[in-house]
């Protein structure tokens, strides 16, 4: 069946500019995950959803980033006024049922290229 | 969540059974370990996780000490599509967010 995707694979932006990525999950997953990953870096937690709802946004770095899943299923992630230092792979995961131990599966990620 | 220490490389040949450890000292009672692991340019995929017991499915088993202060992923039959960067996670109950380290990068040698 289909994964996770994310769209788009590659985004390349100045710097001050504002961009939306986008997180389509697997079909029926009730939760959703944003990480970022910097290069040689593991991922690092942005925000969580359950639903509709962000149950979770302690990762959010600052109030230039910001995420919306206003059907409980597609997501956007929102970067206002992009700074050189958002550059990173944006990882996006799913997984059924909120709980340890539920697996995340993860999209191929969005790389956000900030000139 | 306890923090987890790995070793930033290893080589194994193809073939050969692939043994990667994690220390992770602090873990508390609640907390599981997990394993993921990220091959270039794809998202992480999870591979196995455990409480206490060891563990076993069709892609690696997992071995944990029986204080639980360390475990060993162990890739049986390490194929070249094993390379990747494998990450050991620590997970308290409850918890929706992993929280990865910087991982250990295997290469497997035809």
């Known amino acids: 069946g289909a994964g996770v995707s994310q769209t788009p694979s590659n985004k390349v932006t100045e710097k001050g500019k504002y961009v939306e990525l986008r997180c389509d999950p697997i079909s029926g997953h009730t939760a959703l995950y944003w990480y970022r990953q910097s290069l040689g870096q593991g991922p690092e937690f942005l925000i969580y959803f359950q639903g509709t709802g962000a149950a979770d946004d302690s990762g959010l770095p600052n109030d230039r980033f910001f995420a919306v899943r206003p059907e409980g299923s597609v997501s956007t992630l929102k970067i206002q006024r992009t700074e050189r230092g958002d550059s990173a792979v944006y990882l996006c995961?799913?997984?059924?049922?909120?709980?340890?131990?539920?697996?995340?599966?993860f999209g191929p990620g969005t790389r956000l290229t900030v000139l | 969540d306890a923090k987890t220490t790995q070793p930033p490389s290893m080589d194994c040949a193809e073939g050969r059974a692939a043994n990667l450890p994690c220390n992770h000292s602090?873990?508390?009672?609640?907390?599981?370990v997990y394993w993921y692991r990220q091959i270039h340019s794809q998202g992480p995929q999870y591979i196995i996780h455990g409480l206490k017991n060891n563990e076993t499915n069709e892609m690696a088993s997992l071995i944990i000490t029986e204080d639980r202060k360390s475990s060993t992923l162990i890739l049986p039959h390490a194929t070249l599509r094993d390379t990747a960067v494998y990450y050991c996670?620590?997970?308290?109950?409850?918890?929706?967010?992993?929280?990865f380290g910087q991982g250990t990068r295997l290469t497997i040698n035809p």
């Open positions: 996670i620590v997970r308290v109950e409850g918890a929706q967010k992993l929280v």
């Open positions: 995961a799913s997984s059924p049922l909120a709980g340890t131990w539920n697996e995340q599966f």
């Open positions: 602090t873990i508390s009672g609640n907390e599981y």
